[in-house]
């Protein structure tokens, strides 16, 4: 790796981002590039999460590459203890009172992810987290993974609010050709892009099928389809997708007779061309059912997988081609809108600044 | 990979070059880079081979990664349809009439190769088209091969057009000490540089061995034997090579008592530092015998092969040290004037453009 | 590979640098990068070591791709002989009295080590060569290896300047809490920065018991250890290092009652953030046992992978932030002093060009 220069700004530093899953943190600290910043994760004394800048003020050593001592990173060149506030408290052999210190990022654990602010410290507010109900509710069972993409993170925002791609990318599993079919409307909701899409009376295709075997419903049966996509800064895509039996209200229908869940994606800058995609499904049927949560998360893992070669090749081609203004046409209205609230969550955040 | 700019004029824009063979384009399109423009190629509805840049005009996908219906290429992203002119015919749910073209590359499909003319398409003249007469007749077989190779496509056209490398470079199969002892003649015939190298009363090398015993001669044979190198532009080497039972004419010896062949050599540009290396031998002795073809053809993958490192690693040194001006002997005229013919269809080029 | 600039000053060039060793250089010549120049190594006809440019004058072919006969470098390209003073010799068919010539460096074989000088060769005096009394002693054996570390090589200097991180760095073999509670004196001595440490009444850790036992002394015994690293120009750190039983005057006890060896640190540049690192221990007891030596080499290939990791990411957080002041503590003075020794050599170079 060479030097980098630090990106133009093509996100929001003043927001909560998902910077990794609690399971990531263990006994090793986790090193992670977020929002250009490479931090570093560990547990304190008070088992809370901390997240530091990976640069150990003695000679520059990522702390990444320590260890934790009674809830402090130290070192692993040559020993600083490193204070959960970026003030190192002791080093042998040293004073270390007028040792400079290194940034502490605010960071919060909640709905089953560990959320950081890269942004101003002054400025993280834990009541701007993004409220996700179902992490909270019994009635509800989530599984999902991670992947990390060569795009612009924006590119995946554009991919999960037009779902039409489902119809080539995914024809063998969640694509069907009543998807490109059927109308789609966005709209901004107070503070979300909202895309959505109805499909009625169709057969439903494999993954659905399986979801309709796990909810005890007939696989064969006739559905009614939804899928609607809500889009929140700075890089929130939650989409509530479904099928009922058909005509008993589609998304409205009652819930033994539908499958339905809320496909989960927090999408996190790593550089302007990198990004981590944590993607997952939040269901409220079959909830104990632990086999089946594995059968999804994998069902999931390789519909996402296919997205990958597609994302990073236009990511290229685009960067081959920064001239080209890309077509906006009404299906892309979903990923333009929340290009709009990104920049204008861009432009506050500068505004604010001056 | 990252952006690239667009580089100098290392080669003639108007010309045909070899693209690919019929057999790479399947079921599936093929993406192709050829200087310095990604392309894609597919057949059309009557078969015939498309040659289109790899851009989506929707949102700038590479169409490579999408499938063929109809004989139209269908982007695997959202599903526009391009028609073989670089127009889109169709996208479900939108009316295409006012998207933005991409460009379509003349194509000619002639010879056992695909063509392609990636400079102004106003000019692209089928009768231009470098002639064969071997690829069109009963009495010739042909096999071959294809290498990527990270260098300048000149340093090849170098590299063929002064066979005495063989002697180094392949000193176990086609090399021997008689090569470089013999005089060299460089000449300038019409449209080609001609190198030619005449070996009287010699051994035949382990491949002309094998060659004799294909063509039903005693492989122990004192030999009389000819390579002759005969470049086009834009980067065309056919090598005129063969042994003669000693005494009977060489090169004019009746065809029953030689063993000769045609090395044939496009060498297209794929950027300024890498070339698709299209590489082959056709024969006109026991051209029935595809064992024999299939011999052949690994033999000459193994020789191709030991050139690569060398070819490499000397652009690499040649990069390191852009100063430098290399040596112009005698053994290194076929090479030098085949620049020379290089940048004279460049100059005409530039000079037609303005 | 790409083209790369020459780089910035940062080691001296005229000093004998530790280029390879004699096993590396047998029928086939050797090419190396050594201060940025690209080097080829090869035996002369009395068996001489020389050391020239890697690049054939005639197309800038590596002359390391290709052979050594009667003790000259023979071009793989097209057979150019080439002489051990850098001006060609022969080549078929050719007069090659006007070839331009190539740089010869001096070099030197000794200590069971090839030297080469990259700067003037005017100035390449064999008496500058660093004296090394233990490798021409019956009573003392050596064993070494070779990495290639991707940074800075005073990044390595600082390394091996400060012992402190074998506390943490080496935890499993040679560190041990004592070290760093030990305190450091660090002074200049003639043309060295000395660096020790001395530790008293300590248990001995892993990699001393293991030398313990192969001297013939309890394991287990309390010692004394002592750590004496000396840095000379133009980057090579000899270390001073054992464990005696305690009381009997550490460093000055009796040779039949301590464990002592030095570690030998060549550091050679090959670009600004790469470096080739031979390192080796040379031992005064069981120098007859090569098992012991295998042994040891084992156990030193081990602790010098476990600095890798630590140097190359350290390397790659510097390169971010170039403008960051690293802390310089008494620990440190070590690494401080030496690049100060460091830079007047380049300083003094510069003004005799001048």
Redesign the interface.
């Known amino acids: 790796?060479?030097?980098?220069e630090a990106p133009r700004t093509t996100w929001p530093k003043n927001a909560w981002y998902v910077a990794c899953t609690p399971d990531e943190i263990g006994q090793k600290p986790l090193g992670r590039q977020i929002c250009f910043e490479?931090m570093v994760f560990h547990r304190g004394r008070s088992n809370q999460v901390v997240a530091l800048e990976?640069?150990c003020?003695?000679?520059?050593?990522?702390l990444s590459?320590?260890f934790v001592r009674d809830g402090e990173l130290?070192?692993?060149?040559?020993?600083l203890s490193m204070g959960c506030d970026g003030r190192a408290t002791s080093?042998?052999?040293?004073r270390v009172t007028s040792?400079?210190t290194i940034r502490a990022f605010p960071v919060l654990e909640r709905y089953g992810f560990i959320w950081v602010w890269p942004g101003e410290a002054d400025q993280a507010d834990p009541a701007k987290l993004h409220h996700l109900p179902w992490a909270e509710s019994p009635g509800w069972a989530y599984g999902g993974g991670l992947y990390h993409i060569a795009c612009d993170y924006r590119l995946m925002v554009?991919n999960l609010m037009?779902l039409?791609?489902e119809?080539?990318?995914h024809a063998s599993s969640i694509g069907q050709k009543e998807i490109?079919?059927a109308?789609v409307n966005t709209r901004v909701e107070a503070d979300q892009v909202v895309t959505s899409r109805f499909m009625e009376k169709i057969a439903a295709p494999p993954f659905w099928r399986m979801a309709l075997r796990g909810a005890g419903l007939p696989e064969d049966a006739i559905v009614d389809r939804w899928q609607i996509c809500r889009f929140s800064t700075p890089s929130h895509v939650m989409i509530e997708v479904g099928v009922a039996l058909e005509g008993l209200g589609g998304y409205d229908a009652p819930a033994d007779r539908k499958a339905s869940s809320i496909v989960v994606d927090f999408i996190t800058p790593e550089t302007e061309?990198t990004h981590w995609y944590f993607w997952g499904m939040a269901r409220n049927f079959a909830v104990e059912d632990t086999a089946l949560t594995d059968t999804i998360r994998q069902g999931q893992a390789k519909i996402f997988g296919e997205d990958l070669?597609?994302l990073e090749?236009?990511q290229?081609?685009?960067?081959?081609?920064?001239d080209?203004r890309?077509?906006r046409?009404?299906?892309?209205a979903g990923g333009v809108r929340s290009r709009m609230m990104i920049e204008q969550a861009i432009a506050a955040e500068l505004a604010a600044a001056t």
């Open positions: 790796m060479g030097p980098q490479r990976d640069f003020p003695h000679r520059g050593a990522p590459l320590g130290v070192c692993g060149y040559h020993g080093m042998p052999g040293q040792f400079p554009d037009d039409t791609h119809t080539y990318v490109d079919e109308p061309t070669e597609m090749r236009q290229d081609n685009l960067l081959r081609h920064p080209r890309l077509l046409l009404n299906i892309d």
